[in-house]
């Protein structure tokens, strides 16, 4: 029994404002090339499918056609509903999608109701699948007086065990498999996840998944494992640049009849890779081992003194795909002894005003062609005014 984990499509998303459905075609692409090649049973995507409860149509377009060539390809789909999806909206006839092998599990009553999934020389592998659940909007049907994220997550696992145990004594064993969408105790954040809480108050304790073969996570977009059995598969690209080391890709996770036998990573290379560069600008542009980051999207810091004039549009000469654009002077940050009111207090002329303020909205000071042009415009201004 094999399954392929993926969670944190994000289908819809953009990356500083580039659009990505062509990069999620091709990971998608890949993916079906995976299941084919690795006879996948059974895909799992542990929430965010989409990157926003209402995706536009081309996206569920996407999705669409991803669920079909994935069954098409030999395998069953089991969806659950992340923190980005509208659970309401993507469990849309759930039933109807059984028969054609795409499993959704976004409501809190099917918490319980796993997907079974037969193997030759053993139980089968049971898979719950664990919707998001926003503490103050579950809590309630739970039945869970503390409204958070340990709380309620412990009670959903609370009610798939007994299920488990029903089932053993019942002489029908199962492998238990969860699918969750949580921040697990542990986990290593990036700057592409939405925070689940405040205050570090949405942690979910890490022994609560310790009866489960296996616990496929989802919301941390970096590969980690937690324990043997418990893993995040990361985002299958990169959605920010604190992720441009990371592998992309899922898991695949094989069963025999005694339970786990292994997890492997699947890689899917981006189709654009990410640099993240640091210098000053001149060295930026004659730096010759930059060869590489030419034809990537770039975040680039700036370690120059003073901003140099033109910055984005010099820095895309080189790196045309230059998305990002900070300023990290090598010496510190500038101190003002004074603030700009009493700067501007202490101005001897307008053409020190006008100076001093491109100083302040720019933190770089004006070279003489830029003093020269602010002394003809107020020359001109004062002309004018001396004939009226």
Not at 34 to 58: Q, W
């Amino acid at each position: 029994m094999r399954l392929l984990h993926t969670s944190d499509w994000h289908l819809g998303r953009s990356f500083h404002g580039v659009g990505m459905l062509g990069a999620q075609q091709q990971f998608i692409d890949r993916l079906v090339e995976t299941v084919r090649e690795k006879d996948v049973d059974a895909v799992l995507i542990a929430g965010d499918v989409y990157d926003r409860a209402l995706p536009g149509v081309d996206v569920v377009r996407l999705l669409d056609s991803a669920l079909e060539r994935i069954t098409a390809a030999g395998a069953k789909v089991i969806l659950s509903s992340g923190n980005h999806d509208s659970a309401a909206r993507l469990g849309f006839g759930s039933k109807i999608f059984e028969r054609g092998g795409v499993y959704l599990r976004t409501r809190i009553s099917e918490i319980a109701e796993p997907v079974l999934l037969s193997q030759d020389g053993g139980a089968p592998v049971a898979v719950y699948g664990i919707a998001y659940l926003e503490p103050r909007l579950a809590a309630p049907e739970l039945g869970v007086d503390v409204p958070h994220h340990a709380s309620v997550v412990g009670e959903a696992v609370r009610r798939i065990r007994a299920d488990v145990e029903r089932r053993a004594a019942e002489g029908q064993p199962v492998i238990p498999v969860a699918m969750a969408h949580v921040f697990a105790s542990g986990g290593i954040t990036s700057d592409s996840e939405r925070d689940l809480t405040v205050g570090g108050v949405g942690a979910v304790p890490l022994d609560l998944f310790d009866d489960f073969a296996y616990t496929a996570l989802g919301h941390l977009h970096g590969r980690q494992e937690l324990s043997p059995s418990v893993r995040y598969s990361g985002s299958p690209l990169p959605y920010s640049f604190s992720e441009a080391r990371q592998q992309k890709g899922g898991l695949l996770v094989e069963f025999d009849g005694g339970g786990l036998a292994s997890v492997e990573p699947v890689l899917w290379p981006a189709p654009r890779r990410l640099a993240v560069l640091k210098g000053t600008l001149e060295h930026l542009l004659a730096d010759p081992g930059l060869t590489d980051a030419e034809d990537a999207y770039c975040q680039v810091t700036l370690t120059d003194d003073e901003r140099p004039a033109k910055a984005m549009e010099r820095l895309r000469t080189r790196f045309p795909d230059t998305l990002v654009l900070t300023f990290e002077p090598a010496s510190g940050p500038r101190t003002a002894t004074q603030t700009y009111s009493q700067r501007l207090a202490r101005a001897t002329d307008d053409l020190d005003i006008c100076c001093g303020f491109l100083d302040h909205v720019r933190s770089r000071r004006a070279d003489e062609q830029e003093k020269q042009l602010f002394a003809e415009v107020l020359s001109k201004v004062q002309s004018a005014e001396a004939a009226q």
